[in-house]
């Protein structure tokens, strides 16, 4: 296993990397005033720990590992959301079109059962990420713009170009 840059350097001292610990743990407002002040050492003691043993490197690795990490479960914890508002939603679905096939003049309405589908559909649709419409862009990023309609003098389907042409 490769040694992380934050573990104990082989030519580093118990109480060397004892105060890297210290800094390395006060995250972004960590500060070599603050160490001493925590640790009762001198601040010479400290900017010759740090310049020898490499904290600002080292600090820079640990805090990037960790931010990728907090990246890596946000998107599992992500992924798992998802995952569980689609089912709740096929479940809204499922429960929404047994009432329509069962459908009781006396029960739910055919208006509040599909409105119901409506919304496990919408909810299931929204969980998994699904857009609500799609966009398609001409090269130069503005908008695709397609206009159909009829055109007596071409006895076809007009392009929109304003041309005359069909294509």
């Known amino acids: 296993m490769t040694a992380k840059p934050w573990n ?3 030519d580093e001292t ?48 640990f805090d990037e590992a960790a931010a990728a990490k907090a990246s890596e479960r946000a998107l599992e914890d992500a992924a798992t959301v ?10 809204i679905q499922l429960r929404a079109m047994q009432k329509i096939a069962a459908m009781d003049p006396g ?9 119901a589908w409506q919304v496990g559909a919408e909810a299931e649709r929204r969980a998994l990420g699904i857009p609500e419409k799609v966009e ?10 397609i206009v159909f309609g009829y055109d007596d003098t071409a006895d076809g389907i ?6 005359g042409s069909n294509g």
């Open 8 to 10: 104990m350097r082989p």
């Open 14 to 61: 118990a109480k060397a990397y004892q105060a890297f610990e210290v800094y390395r743990d006060m995250g972004p407002g960590r500060s070599l005033e603050r160490v001493g002040q925590a640790l009762a050492k001198t601040r010479q003691a400290l900017d010759g720990w740090s310049t020898r043993f490499e904290w600002g490197e080292r600090v820079r690795a």
């Open 82 to 91: 998802r995952s569980r508002q689609a089912q709740h939603a096929k479940a």
């Open 107 to 115: 029960d739910m309405s055919m208006a509040e059962a599909t409105r």
């Open 136 to 145: 398609v862009t001409c090269d130069d990023g503005g908008p695709l713009r």
């Open 158 to 163: 007009d392009d929109g170009a304003g041309d």
